[in-house]
């Protein structure tokens, strides 16, 4: 990579193809490596680089396995007029600003991963110059780390960011710190308005030795976080928001942003077979009140704590754009706090006892927690609302996803709780493929079960060499019965990225199905 004038290696051009998680970013003397698989042929492959025009190059075109030489011309900006105005200016936070109680870090990606995380930041309607933006760190390293800071336009109509909004090359190097990592931006006289997209994208060290960089991520909340696996590829929404804030000085007229919150448990109620209260948040349909003869389909959803308020939010953005859409009720089902959830779900999802090589502390207790859930909290929510006691949805992802399977094996039983089940990402290889050989039995067994829909869904990207069998095997084996199975696999995507997409995917399939039956 080099500046077509002058000749000079260009450093961390951003390499790859557009929306799919394949990229590189160009080392310090200019050079680069990247793997390309045939499929892709077909498609273009990018060099960008802030301050330079985009290049791209047809990847059939390319010469495999030699050296390219790739010449990027300078981009001419015109800086946008800059208004002085002499009201008195403040400096405000957007964003998460305060830590959980609870602390989390993130596990999707590996020390020598390319990735860009993002909060979307709120700034209003009145123009605020960024000062700052601030990621917490939770741990020291020895090494310092380079980054880039981004920042994009967000389409709230879409829930995604969209082209980047300023062609300033921010790059910083600092030292990895326990605490609050800032980057100073004072001096780039970033002025914005509006919801943004602040972006950090972490820099390959090419060392081995290098430790990986902790930083804190929050679980449940009604922010908009995103990532993507390379600078050019797909943004994707995790399972956590990001402890990233910015500064702004702006009009001290400008709305303070509030905090972020969780969303708070409407029920707890308590099972025969844990100490630990079970906490149930509850989501009603807009026009609830407005329709007392009416009764509703329910979804339930595994991870309540984490997955409950982006769920209800996508439904109730669903509501407001169509207006034929038949509204559920959404019912989370988690724990009494995030830390909680995170040791008893492996109790709870799995069935039976895991063996030794799956590492559980505890486990095992999915069917007596398949049968709190039919006979309390079902009966519970039957009982506080005007339900459809026959068109029940269970959504779960992981472990989740797992004991979603094993409700299923009580439908193939004759046993008819629930009508729909989605499993994204189901950890079918638990107990040595326990499931498979339970569900391929009670298949085989002729059993005429009532009719019932399986959305069951898997990034490409989490699949071993072993896996791809288990999710063909289960999909063919339920052909068998009366099961209306959709199996999707999401390409370029990995384990934690399936979940929020195949919970929003399902929602919008099964009102859309009702919708369609009441006319």
């Known amino acids: 990579m080099v500046e077509s004038k002058e000749q000079r290696p260009l450093a961390y051009v951003n390499i790859g193809i557009k929306e799919k998680n394949i990229g590189a970013i160009s080392k310090e003397d200019g050079s680069f490596e990247i793997n390309i698989a045939h499929e892709y042929q077909n498609d273009s492959l990018t060099f960008s680089l802030v301050?330079?025009?985009?290049?791209?190059?047809?990847?059939?075109?390319?010469?495999?396995?030699?050296?390219?030489?790739?010449?990027?011309?300078?981009?001419?900006?015109?800086?946008?007029?800059?208004?002085?105005?002499?009201?008195?200016?403040?400096?405000?936070?957007?964003?998460?600003?305060?830590?959980?109680t609870i602390h989390f870090t993130d596990g999707i990606f590996k020390k020598d991963d390319s990735f860009e995380i993002g909060q979307v930041i709120n700034l209003g309607s009145s123009p605020a110059q960024i000062t700052s933006v601030n990621l917490h760190v939770n741990s020291s390293r020895p090494d310092s780390a380079s980054f880039r800071i981004n920042f994009y336009r967000y389409d709230a109509d879409e829930n995604t960011p969209k082209e980047r909004i300023m062609e300033q090359s921010i790059l910083q190097r600092h030292p990895i710190k326990e605490g609050w990592l800032k980057f100073d931006l004072a001096e780039y006289s970033i002025l914005l308005k509006g919801s943004v997209l602040a972006s950090?994208?972490?820099?390959?060290?090419?060392?081995?030795?290098?430790?990986?960089?902790?930083?804190?991520?929050?679980?449940?909340?009604?922010?908009?976080?995103f990532f993507r696996r390379t600078s050019l590829g797909r943004w994707t929404r995790p399972p956590h928001h990001y402890c990233l804030y910015i500064t702004a000085t702006t009009s001290k007229e400008a709305p303070d942003e509030p905090d972020d919150t969780e969303t708070l448990p409407t029920f707890t109620l308590k099972s025969d077979f844990s100490n630990e209260p079970f906490s149930l948040f509850v989501r009603l349909p807009k026009e609830y009140a407005k329709n007392p003869q009416r009764t509703y389909p329910v979804f339930y959803l595994l991870d309540g704590n984490v997955y409950f308020d982006p769920v209800a939010h996508y439904a109730d953005k669903l509501t407001r754009k169509k207006r034929n859409t038949i509204d559920p009720i959404l019912v989370g089902i988690g724990y009494e706090n995030a830390y909680v959830m995170d040791s008893l779900r492996d109790r709870d999802y799995t069935f039976p006892r895991a063996l030794p090589a799956d590492g559980f502390k505890i486990s095992g207790e999915g069917e007596k927690f398949y049968q709190f859930v039919k006979e309390k909290i079902v009966t519970h929510i039957d009982s506080a609302y005007r339900t459809d006691k026959v068109n029940r949805t269970i959504?779960?992802?992981?472990?989740?996803?797992?004991?979603?399977?094993?409700?299923?094996?009580?439908?193939?039983?004759?046993?008819?709780?629930?009508?729909?089940?989605?499993?994204?990402?189901?950890?079918?290889?638990?107990?040595?493929?326990?499931?498979?050989?339970?569900?391929?039995?009670?298949?085989?067994?002729?059993?005429?079960?009532?009719?019932?829909?399986?959305?069951?869904?898997?990034?490409?990207?989490?699949?071993?060499?072993?896996?791809?069998?288990?999710?063909?095997?289960?999909?063919?084996?339920?052909?068998?019965?009366?099961?209306?199975?959709?199996?999707?696999?999401?390409?370029?995507?990995?384990?934690?990225?399936?979940?929020?997409?195949t919970f929003e995917e399902a929602v919008r399939q099964v009102m859309h199905k009702n919708n369609s039956r009441k006319k």
């Open 51 to 100: 301050g330079y025009k985009e290049s791209n190059f047809l990847i059939r075109e390319l010469v495999l396995d030699t050296t390219v030489l790739v010449r990027l011309k300078e981009k001419v900006v015109q800086l946008r007029e800059v208004a002085v105005v002499g009201e008195k200016l403040v400096e405000k936070k957007y964003g998460i600003k305060k830590r959980g």
């Open 200 to 225: 950090i994208e972490f820099i390959p060290e090419n060392k081995e030795d290098v430790k990986q960089i902790f930083y804190e991520v929050k679980l449940g909340g009604s922010s908009k976080s």
């Open 395 to 501: 959504m779960g992802h992981s472990l989740g996803g797992y004991f979603v399977l094993h409700a299923l094996t009580h439908h193939l039983s004759g046993q008819t709780i629930f009508t729909n089940f989605v499993a994204a990402s189901p950890s079918i290889d638990y107990h040595t493929n326990y499931i498979l050989d339970v569900i391929e039995r009670l298949a085989n067994k002729g059993e005429n079960a009532e009719r019932a829909g399986l959305f069951l869904t898997i990034g490409a990207l989490e699949v071993l060499e072993d896996q791809p069998n288990g999710f063909k095997r289960l999909t063919e084996i339920l052909a068998k019965k009366s099961i209306d199975t959709n199996a999707k696999v999401y390409k370029d995507w990995g384990h934690m990225e399936t979940a929020i997409p």
